[in-house]
């Protein structure tokens, strides 16, 4: 590898930080907001449920997310503040659906002592100002004038230091907040303040309330009529007002997340740390209150957001586990549960550790992941691309093409599979015991190929060959009608709709019927220059059976027409460029924008966006799928459309967020496909590859398909056994509350299955904190090593740990040897044929022996001190790299001769390490606490014992992302042909469920993408007017540095996204041709 | 004694956390994890100076550390590295005692203080690219005000312009780089510089009841960083004063010698703040990481701590007037502020994360067994005070008071049994404490009489014993007692008519004084008492001062304003109205914040100590200091004159590691802004880097001089012995010896040899 990294995201942030609802993309549309960390989602209310609007990228982790709706407007806006101070008001623009930003700034302040318990982001109801506690001791005001606009910010001087939580009370006639802090007695209050804009300065509040709940740690402002609060504790809940004062005890918990359910304020949902799910209501006659109520609804994941939205459904963020969209039921269900789940949004986060494995042995990288947090806990197995889960398959040689028909135009079910050959056709159907059965259609024929077939208006059928085109009823299946092509002619090409059929034959002859009842009419013919290619002419205007616009692909000038129907007249001609003839076009639409799609024969795929009016082409991109022609076909998937590109490399292609994505299809040659929805096999594609037919369902599209395997306990460390085909993980069992019977364990897991197979409880108080696959010199067996640490309450760290070796037996984890340690093993490594544990500050080496009775034992041969906590460690040859707590990287040196490890060189930063990775001999990767990344080089070559000894640093940047762990691999098949397919890659986890891939380049193309990355810095403005810059900047509490060695791939690959133009500007500022940029970009696509 | 459990619980745990749920929180509680401070070791030693290293200094991003010392340089050394970057000839003409950087300056502008009373600013900026050796640079200003030694700086977060000097001549000046840059030089005919912010020339008091009056000689300073307008001051007196900069009257001259300002609050343990200690003196004053406490380091005593009142919640300040340090010892005074339950009780409090409460009544219960076992059979005295400090000071709130009151008196008893400086102060606390949980306890009114004859108290110990002897007239141990604090008595009595010292007498009167106008105070309550008695009361008193100030240093006092100080106090003790307020303050504790306004100005009031730190011993240079380690400001640090640095738990004060860092005297404790770093300095040419790299944890740990004694208690016990000895020599004389200590007047200075000052 290099020091030249591209860093990419390929699984994006999921866990849910914050949410809102409001009006905001219109003041007729209810909107559910949500941030993930490092973006945010725009969704929309309807009837059938959530449909997503935009997503992006926020250059800033998400301290705040509000709604507001300022003095005169008619929907809400957006303000978002970022754990690095900056903050921004941001609008819904109707006409680009796109996010203008009202208003931005930095509210940093030179002096003041962050907050211990993060910041808190609060905006009055009456809109008169945002609050906000970034610093002890300080609240920094921002006030609106009249007009909505914001004012020069200000401080306020807070008295109460340790605050909790602050909030602005409702009805107040002089802006007033309420503040729940602790006193240095640990005793915990609320006192109220109104905010004086004139004076900038507090005035005493209406009331105040001492000495609450030990675990008062939530304020829930209360909306007019009632006003006041309710303070939200571990054991009580307390309404207070000026005027009122309820508690209510309540059973033991924390309560992490709260929604509020009326306008009036009177019922909340409370979300607690075990994941149950409480209605508060507050009781109240008129105006006065009388009591607090509390119900437990039931269970969802453990919450850290919840947005009520409508009609009893909730929406329920989560960090810990899968969001969730539920219902809560009038009546218990038979679990006595009134909660129940509509859909869950899959969050990968908090990614622990993970492992990379290829369990189908196709060469392409799967990543398992330990996610997910207490009772949430699970495994996830990440794969690039869309998978095929096989029905039913039959051999079958020589197929050219496949249609799925119904029996009648109304039926939801398909009936008939058509399947072409060279020279016959046959039809199959399902039979009564469901089996796929060989059946006839008496007015096809079947003794030639068939070139298309459809479904056609009036209960009929078409079937087009190369001489005839034939209208058969699909009651009788007799036929009604049949069109001859002239003699001589014979038909090349087809196509057909439910009432329409385009043809071309021989000489240039393009011929358009339409279908009427038991009628075949040929209403135009038109006679082009050259040969046609492909054709299409599937309906995406508003009619979906009959098209007003044929696409046609041509021979010899290589170039695509769109003509008119029923006229035939030509209205774009768009040359293609290079001598690849077009195999075939298609005509779609994805989320309410055209396409016209446009396979070559070398595996390339042109793609434009289309004017449906005009015919106008616009917005032209190439993407090369794979190396073989391509055959598109549409089919549906949870009800959205989506295209299947066939060939060597068979692609889906769809539409998110507006863009165009391509995602392969794990399987690895496929030649034709069709969808078939038959009642025995619902939602399923028919697909035609190596000799058989297959019929199987499709995963949800989505480029990287994920697997759950829900543990329902904690699992923290994974690792693979490709001998045994295993994997061993270290997990500990759900501590829902009573944290004594915590139990930890280590488990043996087919890799196939996911089944446990063997498990092996660890003792009280013990921890499995690394997990192994390795094999010793001078044995030939592989074995599973664990390190674990004996973790006492009474202990300030562990002073005891073991080293486990097991082997698999028979399925079994067997126990082979044992070694106590004095402390925790934090990492374990295969190194020279012996084991490199760190254990607390220390890195020890093992020798495997062989004692004379024939077992074996761990044997220490020597160690090395000198670390705070060794806690992540990576080897490469005699090399050890050790990521320190707080002493950043290290570069150790185990020397043979003598038996010991020394110490090479060290990085002398004080970085706090959360991850290292070895990148190349001389280059090493870290990650630390305060998200950057960074690279350092081993110096060789230095003049003096002090250069060599030190580790300089020659990459930083910002990632924004707590990273828990690299791996070496890939999740893309790595084709040998292609230059990405020489482009080494490390995989990152992340805290909040990314999965990320740092690439190293060469230097050229490195060069190359740097220029454009700051190129499109000026073309791509951050949302709310962030700078790319200042975020991907190195950051922590000692130092800021511009990033360096670092591109950012999500920023690089959002140049495909950019509209015509845009590119164009890019490419005049580089002096690189669009395609040419496109290209590049696209190629680096691939890697993830 | 290792099987008490750590507060910050096992880093283990946090580890784990901070895999799922990164936070600031953790980080903090990573950096000084006792896990980590129980394996601090020298890391390396920073060699550069050649003379004692009196100032240390962090920047703001903890990027570099800046050095003054007796060689009269400022050298900045960059943190990765650990490299001097910067060595700066100051010109100045005596040690250095401070140095610190200017914020938001880039690290750029560097101020330091001297033994030759003046302030220099220097822009580093214009070092860069000379030679290296040739840093004699012009400083940017120069500030020559001062007239005494100037011992402390301070800065405020955030504020590039000015910097505070805090000077033995009494006053704390204010130097604003935007009005001038330099005094006008020395001998012109300009008019003396306006910087005095504090004039506290005639500000020190002699005790709590005293009105200030000769110079307080200023040795500290610190700026709070969460509340910047609250400034910090200690100097030759017991009490160091919060003002609030806000409420300071505008920058003077120091022409006129102006009575000292009203300050926000004094802070003083009870039993410092009587008259008595002349040569009693904080070395350190230093507000806590959130600003919430502050941490005040005596020459001759220990390290205490305290609650900041920032006026918003009264109950955790413990805040006293005169009359209530006599509420201590006093038997007839009943409890009347009684067994307000503590606060937190009253609300359900055992959290259910909290680990489940049983256990820990249970290990407390252990805890006070040990402790009990130690006492009897007189072993392991320290630790099982220890084991008493973690059950009262950990866990007060979730044991039984029947539990909190065997503990409290097992603690006395033990305290009693150690022996060392203030242990039968605290004892009285801790029977007082027992009392209020049960006034009839045998044991706290035994153990008081037993403490109170310690401190030599014996009419008041013959109180309580004869009380506790009613309650257990059998025991014959009470019998004894009740005895031999007779024959103290009448020894006292007998030494009394002979001896006509100032000094006993002196004492005695006072505290008689104070009884019967702390009798007044609370008869104010029931208004049973004649306007006439009051006064003749204070004529006495005023008659006693008077006396006791003509042998003292009544020479340098004006009457006038001592006079005036006097009459504020008779017409307070004469007015019903301002003293009940003060009562009210004290013992309710629920004063709003109008009356709190009021009480800042009525300086009668001192918060007392929350907890004290006990081991070190600072009697030999008045520059030591104690710190706060971490972000979290969990452990406390101080420099002792054996060359040992000592940390301890801030909760429990039990003593964490003790760590040898200088051949002879360490004094300058700073600890890194975010990381696990401390810099220490003292005697020694070099400045020590520590951060946690032993490979085991332990108490002690080889420093420079090679591993240290293991036995701790015998380093403390003889610490204890150096500060008592001290209560008679001011300075140590072994010290004097060993350094050539030169004479403190004006103008002999010999830079390069180290003053023990």
Redesign the interface.
């Known amino acids: 590898m290099s020091s030249w990294n591209y860093v990419v995201t390929a699984h994006k942030p999921t866990s849910v930080t914050h949410s809102c609802v409001g009006n905001f993309t219109s003041p007729q549309e209810l909107n559910l907001i949500v941030a993930k960390c490092t973006r945010i989602e725009i969704h929309l209310l309807t009837p059938q449920g959530l449909q997503p609007m935009l997503d992006v990228p926020i250059y800033g982790r998400i301290a705040t997310l509000e709604l507001f709706r300022p003095h005169g407007e008619a929907q809400d806006f957006l303000f978002i503040a970022t754990e690095r101070y900056k903050f921004c008001v941001l609008q819904w623009d109707p006409e680009s659906s796109e996010l203008i930003t009202r208003a931005m700034g930095d509210v940093s ?6 907050t ?3 910041q808190i982001g609060i905006i009055d109801p009456d809109c008169r100002l945002i609050g906000l506690h970034l610093y ?2 300080l609240f920094k005001v921002i006030p609106f004038d009249n007009k909505g606009q914001l004012k020069e910010a200000f401080n306020i ?1 807070l ?4 605050v909790l939580d602050i909030k602005f009370l409702f009805g107040c006639a002089k802006p007033t907040i309420a503040v729940l802090y602790q ?5 915990r ?1 609320v ?1 109220t303040y109104e905010v004086s804009l004139k004076d900038k300065d507090f005035v ?1 509040g209406p009331w105040s309330q ?6 008062a740690d939530l304020l829930i402002p209360v909306p007019p009529p009632l006003c006041g609060v309710l303070i939200i ?4 809940i307390v309404y207070c007002s000026a005027s009122a004062f309820k508690a209510i ?1 309540i059973r ?1 918990s ?1 309560t992490k997340a709260y929604g509020r359910v009326d306008v009036d304020g009177s019922r909340y949902l409370l979300g607690d740390h075990a994941g149950m799910i409480h209605l508060l209501v507050i009781t109240h006659e008129k105006e006065k209150v009388t009591g607090l109520k509390i119900e437990l609804l039931g269970e969802t994941s453990i919450a850290s957001t919840i947005s009520y939205l409508d009609n009893a459904v909730v929406f329920v963020g989560s960090s ?1 586990g899968d969001s969730q969209l539920v219902k809560l039921n009038l009546h218990p269900d038979a679990k006595g549960s009134y909660v129940e789940v509509l859909e869950r949004y899959i969050n990968l986060g ?1 990614i ?1 550790d993970f492992c990379v494995v290829d369990l189908e042995r196709q060469g392409q990288g799967q990543v398992v992941t330990c996610s997910g ?1 207490f009772k949430d806990g699970s495994l996830r197995v990440v794969r690039n691309g869309i998978g095929i889960n096989e029905q039913a398959s039959v051999e079958l040689q020589g197929i050219k093409g496949m249609w799925s028909l119904k029996s009648s135009i109304d039926e939801a079910f398909d009936t008939f599979l058509v399947v072409s050959f060279i020279s016959e056709t046959r039809i199959l159907a399902m039979n009564l015991e469901d089996e796929l059965e060989e059946t006839e259609i008496e007015g096809f024929l079947s003794q030639v190929q068939t070139l298309f077939c459809h479904d056609a208006v009036y209960n009929q059928l078409v079937q087009v060959t190369s001489n005839s085109v034939r209208l058969v009823s699909s009651t009788t299946r007799e036929l009604r009608d049949e069109w001859h092509a002239p003699a001589g002619f014979t038909v090349n090409v087809a196509t057909a709709n439910a009432s329409q059929v385009l043809l071309a034959t021989g000489g240039g002859h393009l011929v358009y019927l339409e279908i009427g009842d038991g009628k075949l009419t040929e209403v135009q013919h038109a006679l082009l220059e050259y040969e046609v290619s492909c054709l299409d002419i599937n309906p995406i205007g508003d009619n979906p059976n009959y098209s007003q616009l044929a696409a046609v692909g041509m021979w010899t000038d290589i170039s695509v027409r769109i003509f008119s129907l029923p006229e035939l007249t030509l209205i774009t001609k768009e040359q293609l460029g290079g001598e690849i003839i077009p195999r075939s076009v298609l005509l779609c639409a994805f989320e309410g924008i055209s396409y016209l799609l446009c396979a070559l024969g070398d595996g390339h795929l042109l793609n434009f966006q289309m004017d449906t009016t005009t015919g106008q082409l616009k917005d032209r991109k190439k993407v090369s799928l794979g190396t073989q022609p391509i055959t598109l076909r549409t089919f549906s998937s949870k009800s959205a459309t989506h295209v299947f590109a066939a060939s060597d490399r068979p692609t889906v292609i769809y539409s998110s967020n507006k863009k165009l994505l391509y995602s392969n299809v794990n399987l690895k040659e496929v030649s034709h496909m069709c969808p078939f929805n038959s009642a025995a096999f619902p939602d399923s594609l028919a697909i035609a590859r190596e000799g058989e037919l297959t019929i199987g369902t499709i995963d949800d599209i989505q480029k990287l398909h994920i697997r759950t395997i829900p543990l329902g306990e904690h699992a ?1 460390r994974i690792c693979h056994q490709e001998q045994t085909r295993t994997f061993g993980i270290c997990s500990l069992g759900n501590q829902s ?1 009573s ?2 019977s915590e139990m930890h364990f280590v488990r043996l897991l087919d890799d196939q299955t996911f089944e446990f197979m063997s498990t092996y409880p660890l003792d009280s108080f013990e ?1 499995g ?1 690394s997990i192994l696959s390795c094999s010793f010199t001078e044995d030939k067996n592989v074995y599973y090593c664990v390190g674990t ?1 004996y ?8 002073t005891k740990g073991r080293i486990l070796v097991f082997i698999v037996e028979d399925g079994r984890l067997q126990l082979i040897a044992e070694k106590e340690t004095k402390g ?1 093993v934090y990492s374990l490594n295969a190194f020279n044929g012996k084991l490199l544990a760190a254990i607390n ?2 890195i020890q080496l093992y020798k495997w022996m062989l004692r004379d009775d024939g077992t074996r034992e761990l044997q220490s041969e020597c160690g090395h ?5 060794a ?1 992540y460690v990576q080897t490469r040859g005699d090399f050890i790299v050790v990521g320190d ?3 950043s990287i290290s570069l150790l040196l185990y020397k043979h001769e003598e038996g010991a490890i020394e110490e090479r060189a060290r990085d ?3 970085n ?1 390490m ?1 991850a290292v990775e070895i990148l190349d001999d001389d280059i090493y990767l870290g990650a630390e ?1 305060n998200f950057n990344l960074l690279t350092v080089k081993k110096n060789s070559e230095g003049a003096t014992d002090e250069e060599r000894g030190r580790l300089e640093v020659v990459g930083e940047y910002h990632l924004g992302e ?1 990273v ?1 762990r690299f791996r070496h691999g890939s999740l893309v098949m790595r084709l040998p042909d292609s230059e990405i397919g020489q482009i080494p890659t490390v995989i990152f986890g992340t ?1 909040n469920g990314v999965i990320g891939v740092i690439a190293s380049l060469p230097q050229e193309q490195y060069t190359f993408l740097e220029k454009l990355q700051s190129s499109l810095r000026k073309v791509i403005k951050g949302v709310g007017g962030l700078s790319h810059e200042q975020w991907r900047s190195f950051n922590n ?3 800021t540095a511009e990033a360096r060695n670092f591109l950012d791939g999500d920023l690089i690959e959002s140049f495909l996204d950019l509209s015509r133009n845009k590119m164009e500007d890019i490419s005049k500022s580089m002096n690189v041709q669009v395609e040419e940029l496109c290209k590049r970009v696209e190629e680096l696509t691939r890697l993830h | 004694m290792d099987n008490l459990s750590f507060h910050d619980g096992n880093i283990f745990n946090l580890l784990h956390t901070r895999s799922q749920d990164p936070s600031h929180e953790v980080d903090q509680r990573m950096q000084f994890h006792s896990s980590l401070v129980r394996r601090l070791s020298q890391e390396q030693e920073l060699e550069g100076h050649q003379g004692c290293v009196n100032a240390l200094a962090w920047n703001s991003n903890g990027s570099l550390l800046i050095s003054g010392s007796d060689d009269l340089r400022i050298n900045i050394w960059n943190y990765s590295s650990r490299k001097l970057l910067h060595s700066i000839d100051t010109g100045h003409t005596a040690n250095i005692f401070c140095t610190k950087f200017v914020p938001e300056t880039s690290d750029e502008l560097v101020v330091s203080g001297a033994g030759d009373a003046e302030v220099r600013l220097f822009n580093t900026s214009r070092l860069s690219g000379r030679a290296e050796d040739d840093n004699a640079i012009i400083p940017s200003a120069l500030y020559q005000c001062h007239t005494r030694r100037v011992k402390k700086l301070a800065v405020e977060p955030g504020n590039p312009n000015v910097v505070w000097s805090a000077s033995e001549d009494g006053t704390l000046r204010q130097h604003d780089f935007r009005e001038s840059t330099s005094c006008p030089p020395a001998g012109t005919a300009h008019q003396e510089c306006r910087s005095v912010l504090l004039d506290l020339r005639s500000g020190a008091k002699r005790a709590l009841a005293d009105p200030p009056k000769q110079t307080l000689s200023l040795k500290s300073c610190d700026i709070s960083a969460t509340r910047p307008h609250l400034l910090l001051v200690g100097g030759s007196d017991a009490f160091a004063r919060l003002y609030d900069r806000r409420m300071l009257p505008p920058l003077a001259s120091s022409r006129k010698r102006m009575p000292p300002p009203p300050c926000v609050n004094y802070f003083c343990p009870m039993h410092l703040s009587e008259r008595g200690r002349t040569n009693l003196h904080l070395t350190h004053v230093t507000f806590s990481p959130n600003g919430e406490e502050v941490l005040l380091s005596y020459s001759g005593e220990h390290v205490y701590l305290m609650n900041v009142n920032n006026g918003i919640c009264s109950t955790g300040i413990m805040q006293y007037t005169p009359g209530d340090v006599d509420n201590l010892f006093s038997f007839s005074n009943n409890l009347h502020d009684v067994e307000s339950p503590p606060q937190v009780s009253t609300t359900p409090q055992n959290g259910f994360h909290r680990s489940s409460n049983a256990a820990t009544v249970k290990k407390c219960t252990e805890l006070v067994e040990i402790a009990k076992w130690s006492l009897e059979e007189g072993t392991d005295v320290f630790y099982a005070i220890e084991a008493a400090n973690e059950v009262l000071d950990a866990h007060s709130n979730d044991i039984e008071s029947a539990l909190r009151h065997e503990c409290l008196c097992t603690r006395a008893a033990l305290l009693l049994k150690r022996k060392w400086k203030n242990d039968a102060h605290m004892a009285v606390r801790d029977c007082h404490n027992a009392r209020r949980i049960d006034a009839s306890s045998f044991k706290a009114h035994y153990y008081m009489s037993e403490a109170l004859q310690q401190l030599g108290k014996c009419k008041e110990a013959l109180d309580f014993a004869t009380a506790a002897q009613h309650m257990n007239p059998s025991d014959a141990d009470i019998v004894a007692k009740v005895e031999s604090i007779k024959r103290d008595l009448q020894a006292a009595g007998a030494e009394k008519n002979e001896e006509t010292g100032a000094g006993t007498t002196r004492v005695l009167s006072l505290s008689d004084i104070l009884y019967r106008s702390e009798a007044n105070s609370d008869s104010s309550h029931d208004m049973s008492r004649s306007e006439r008695e009051d006064s003749d009361y204070d004529e006495e008193l005023e008659l006693d001062i008077q006396t006791s100030l003509s042998d003292d240093e009544g020479r340098d006092t004006d009457s006038n304003s001592m006079r005036g100080s006097l009459n504020l106090r008779i017409h307070r003790v004469g007015d019903d109205k301002p003293m009940e307020n003060t009562v009210d303050n004290a013992s309710s504790g629920t004063a709003s914040s109008s009356q709190n306004d009021r009480t800042s100005y009525q300086p009668e009031g001192a918060i007392d100590m929350k907890r004290r730190y006990v081991g070190h011993c600072n009697v030999g240079t008045d520059i030591k200091q104690a710190s706060f380690l971490g972000q979290r400001g969990e452990y406390i640090a101080s420099g002792s004159d054996d060359g040992r640095w000592f940390i301890w738990e801030k909760q429990t004060g039990r003593l964490m590691k003790v760590l040898v860092g200088d051949e002879s005297v360490l004094n300058c404790i700073q600890c890194h802004p975010f990381d696990s770093v401390v810099a220490t300095s003292g005697i020694d040419n070099t400045i020590k880097i520590w951060s946690p790299t032993a490979s085991v944890p332990s108490i002690v740990a080889g420093g420079s001089a090679g591993p240290a004694t293991a036995n701790v208690v015998e380093v403390m016990e003889s610490n204890q012995q150096k500060l008592s000895r001290n209560r008679e020599n001011p300075l140590s004389v072994e010290l004097m010896q060993r350094f050539r200590m030169q004479e403190f007047a004006e103008g002999n200075f010999h830079p390069f040899e180290c003053t023990q000052s």
């Open positions: 302040d030179r002096i003041g002592r962050p211990d318990n993060g002890d001791g001087r008295e109460e230091l340790q006193d240095n007695k640990d005793a209050h006192k005493e001492n000495s609450l709940d030990n675990g504790g571990e054991e009580t005890p033991p924390i810990y908090p622990v947090a923290r509350n944290e004594e921890y904190c640490a973790v006492l309450p009474e202990e300030n760290e562990p925790a500050q220390k001190h000198g670390h705070i906590l806690l707590l707080m002493k002398y930063n004080a706090w959360s606490n707590f828990n805290v509490e000692k130092r």
